[in-house]
């Protein structure tokens, strides 16, 4: 199932609160187990009208769904057993674009079966979604060289994988750890035989280093969306780096100005610094 990424820059929408009409945008990112009703196994949402309503977002954006999340929003997922099928085929008549695999936890302090059944699950997820027509990024969670070695026969071996997601927030946002994770993912692009692209969640520098690997970049952005909840807006301070100044509405006033200016300058800041050079942000000044 081929997979088209046309945006380098994805924001992510936490919620629908605090906010009046649709935010508008090419495209945008939601998180997969807001979406869920774990208690009934099934969507909260019946039609895409209902999710864009609920989420105050443009009905005719792109969305794509994360499954980075803390395990206890995730686990959930797994214990919905055989309903998984028929939430991913109800995803797939909203028109998700792309769903990234729930990065379910590789841990330290426990047993190393526990890691095992965790990348199995990871594995047996992106078959799912992908049996069931939905357009899947597959997240190679793993701790040691041979979990990644596993996973770089995984890809090597099934031309469907065609895109891999990555968070930088936990254990691979660590700096003693963040090279180690770099590593091992170019090793898998370098393994794979084909052209590969990454979704990344967290820490934004380590993408020019994974550019260096993978065919495009997607980084989801987080920033935007809760500065302007909190009505702070992005100000360009010595024509490079970004600060944020209060800027307090109305009862009522929507936040869409601010969203849309916090957007533009957020994505210029992240593809001028990570994506290309500083000297396009000076020139946009």
């Known amino acids: 199932m081929p997979v088209r990424l046309d945006h380098q820059i994805v924001p992510l929408v936490y919620h629908g609160s605090s906010r009046v009409d649709a935010l508008r945008n090419d495209i945008f990112a939601l998180r997969l187990p807001d979406l869920i009703n774990y208690s009934t196994g099934e969507l909260r949402f019946n039609t895409r009208s209902e999710l864009c309503t609920a989420f105050h977002i443009s009905p005719d954006a792109e969305i794509m769904l994360t499954g980075v999340n803390q395990d206890t929003r995730i686990e959930p997922w797994w214990g919905l057993a055989e309903q998984r099928i028929a939430i991913i085929r109800a995803l797939v008549e909203l028109g998700i674009k792309l769903v990234t695999v729930p990065n379910f936890s590789l841990v330290l302090d426990h047993p190393r079966h526990d890691d095992m059944h965790a990348m199995k699950r990871i594995g047996l997820v992106f078959s799912e979604f992908l049996n069931s027509g939905m357009p899947c990024a597959l997240h190679p969670n793993g701790r040691t060289e041979q979990d990644f070695e596993r996973w ?14 990555y968070e930088f927030t936990t254990g691979p946002a660590r700096k003693a750890r963040t090279t180690f994770h770099l590593e091992q993912l170019a090793k898998l692009a370098d393994g794979a035989g084909r052209d590969l692209d990454i979704i990344i969640y967290g820490k934004p520098d380590v993408i020019p280093i994974l550019r260096k690997s993978f065919r495009k970049v997607v980084y989801i952005e987080t920033t935007s969306f809760m500065k302007s909840v909190k009505r702070q807006k992005a100000t360009r301070e010595n024509n490079a780096e ?14 869409d100005p601010i969203f849309a200016h916090n957007l533009y300058e957020r994505e210029l800041y992240l593809k001028a610094k990570y994506y290309g050079g500083l000297e396009a942000l000076s020139k946009a000044a």
């Not at 770089?152 to 997601?165: G, N, Y």
């Open 242 to 255: 970004l600060g944020w100044t209060s800027a307090p509405t109305e009862i009522g006033e929507e936040i």
């Open 152 to 165: 770089r026969r995984f890809i090597a071996s099934r031309d469907e994988v065609q895109v891999l997601a």
